[in-house]
């Protein structure tokens, strides 16, 4: 029996699951508004979803800790707020994993969103629907195999993170210490039987998770619209 | 309703223009592709905003630049058939239908729905999603889920383009009897002259974003004075040509017509227009009007008989079309039959017979 850290793997696995719900709820308003905007400026928006692609993940980490900490308006305002500041908690981690997953949510949400037949749009307004309908009938079940991915690869990016929960969330069993860490520390303590258990799981694991991807998104909706779109389907191209 | 939107593009510049009153019943918008059929449509169905103009149906203000009345698309109450239909792929042919009928209570909804899907007899797709249905059908979905809203208004941008003639004619009979029983104005945009001639109460011909004629389907279409309509009725062969003389005991006058390329000439006898000798006009002859005979025909009340080459034969569907150099070249459609009896082919020397009723003069 291999020495596995079940509470390591659970609290990382709770965390990729909260980040990729927020991700959901901030990801679908902010993907709709970058694919249907005709607002000027909206590129530089959009440079800044996808900032976190480029950037090594110690810079977002390290700016997040500062915006975090006590000596920042927003620590000092949920200092106030909670009676702590975000850097080193579990929320403070919640918040670094969404801003750190977020163009791997939001740009495959645009993508899809973007493809889906202006046509249909317009004879969803004319069939009376206002655009919170038109958005709800018509784009999300269109676009599902975007969602798919979107989801799953925010979820599979928040697993695999190293970067940012290190700098922001330290290293607190139970609270902050997700599995990348944890294999990282055993490695370092020289305890190769606890790195390989915590690896081969997280490999394990990740295998499932994409298998399960592909195999959901094998069949698209039956729309010639998405024809156009079949890179989502192999969203690590 | 007048309507003005203009579009600037490096190099390209497009206005829409149009004023016109919008009647219950079919007003079929006519002209070629990028005339602007289509973004009218799109600007009565709020998906465009116009420049300036008032858009109004009936006596209900869709839009109106001096009093900032821009209703949105889903207010409108219109029901809008696209060209390319735009049925919902992801929705069973049911769902479609009921798509538009979301503010009312669901088992009335799928009452009307039903009802709708039986009248243009669809009721057995119910259950399939559009990507399994025929042309045809789809048609129809997209008509029915259209209709069953009651719209105050229907916008057809070429529903039935891509339809075969037997189905199109079941179609526009259907679109009839609802048109008999509702009432409402019918915007129909159509390139299809046998449309124009199937449905038409009253054609609009626009071009290049205005109306450049108006009136019943056979007069705008028989007697085109102007040379856009000339083209859009199906005029294949359209000359240049000069006024020679003028036999107003005749009733005629006698034109020389120049070639593409202003080397050739021939002399052709045309109806009598007012005209001085020596003005410039266009003389339009459908292919169809042109009798082809592979002997020279004599004792005909005909007045126009050209010897020529045959310089190609080419098949379309049911019709031959054969162009025939003679000082000017022309375009003549003839049956397959006709074909394979004068057993015609490249080279064959050939003579045109054209009456002189068969030439349209317009002005140049």
């Avoid at chain 2, 939107?5 to 223009?17: A, N």
Wanted: aromatic share 8%; charged share 20%.
């Amino acid at each position: 029996m291999m020495p596995i850290d079940w509470q390591v793997f659970i609290l990382t696995v709770e965390l990729a699951v909260i980040v990729s719900a927020c991700l959901g709820v901030i990801g679908l308003p902010l993907a709709y508004w970058i694919a249907f905007s005709t607002w000027r400026w909206k590129f530089l928006v959009e440079a800044i979803v996808a900032l976190p692609i480029v950037l090594p993940p110690t810079v977002l980490g390290f700016y997040l800790l500062v915006a975090l900490g006590s000596r920042s308006p927003i620590g000092r305002w949920c200092q106030a707020l909670t009676g702590h500041t975000l850097a080193f908690t579990f929320t403070g981690l919640v918040v670094g994993s969404i801003l750190y997953s977020l163009p791997f949510a939001v740009q495959p949400f645009t993508a899809s969103f973007a493809a889906v037949d202006r046509k249909l749009l317009a004879a969803s307004a004319t069939l009376g629907a206002a655009p919170l309908r038109t958005f709800i009938r018509v784009i999300i079940p269109l676009s599902k195999p975007g969602l798919i991915t979107g989801l799953a690869l925010a979820f599979a990016h928040t697993v695999g993170e190293f970067g940012v929960v290190l700098m922001i969330g330290g290293n607190i069993p139970g609270v902050t210490r997700t599995a990348s860490i944890e294999i990282y520390d055993q490695v370092q303590a020289s305890n190769y039987a606890a790195a390989n258990a915590m690896s081969l799981l997280l490999l394990l694991f990740s295998f499932a998770v994409l298998a399960l991807l592909y195999g959901l998104n094998r069949r698209p909706v039956d729309s010639k619209a998405h024809n156009e779109t079949s890179w989502i389907n192999s969203p690590l191209q | 309703m007048r309507v003005r939107k203009s579009y600037r593009s490096p190099g390209h510049e497009f206005l829409l223009d149009l004023e016109f009153p919008a009647p219950p019943g079919f007003t079929i918008l006519f002209g070629p592709s990028g005339s602007g059929k289509s973004t009218l449509l799109d600007c009565i169905a709020g998906l465009t905003v116009p420049d300036n103009g008032i858009i109004a149906i009936e006596d209900r203000v869709f839009f109106d630049s001096t009093a900032n009345i821009d209703l949105p698309v889903a207010r409108r109450g219109i029901g809008y058939v696209l060209q390319q239909l735009a049925l919902f792929p992801h929705l069973t042919v049911a769902k479609n239908v009921e798509f538009g009928l979301a503010h009312i209570p669901r088992s009335e909804r799928a009452q009307r729905a039903s009802e709708m899907l039986r009248q243009f007899r669809i009721e057995h797709l119910r259950k399939l999603k559009p990507a399994h249905i025929s042309g045809g059908e789809r048609q129809r979905v997209a008509l029915a889920r259209a209709l069953v809203t009651n719209p105050g208004v229907l916008l057809l941008d070429e529903p039935l383009a891509a339809l075969d003639a037997a189905t199109k004619t079941r179609i526009i009979d259907d679109l009839r009897d609802w048109n008999q029983a509702h009432s409402i104005p019918i915007l129909y945009v159509t390139h299809s002259r046998e449309e124009v001639l199937a449905l038409g109460e009253r054609v609009l011909v626009i071009d290049n974003g205005r109306i450049v004629a108006n009136g019943t389907p056979h007069e705008v279409l028989r007697a085109p004075r102007q040379e856009t309509v000339a083209q859009l009725a199906g005029f294949e062969n359209i000359f240049d040509a000069a006024v020679r003389f003028v036999h107003e005991d005749r009733g005629t006058i006698t034109c020389l017509l120049r070639g593409e390329k202003g080397k050739a000439f021939v002399l052709m006898e045309t109806p009598l227009i007012h005209a001085e000798p020596g003005s410039h006009i266009r003389v339009g002859i459908r292919a169809g009007d042109i009798l082809l005979a592979v002997a020279q025909p004599i004792g005909l009340s005909a007045r126009n008989i050209l010897a020529g080459k045959v310089v190609s034969v080419e098949r379309r569907d049911m019709i031959v079309s054969v162009r025939v150099d003679c000082g000017v070249e022309m375009e003549v459609h003839i049956t397959l039959a006709a074909r394979d009896a004068l057993r015609l082919e490249s080279g064959r020397e050939v003579w045109l017979v054209i009456k002189t009723h068969s030439c349209h003069l317009m002005a140049k």
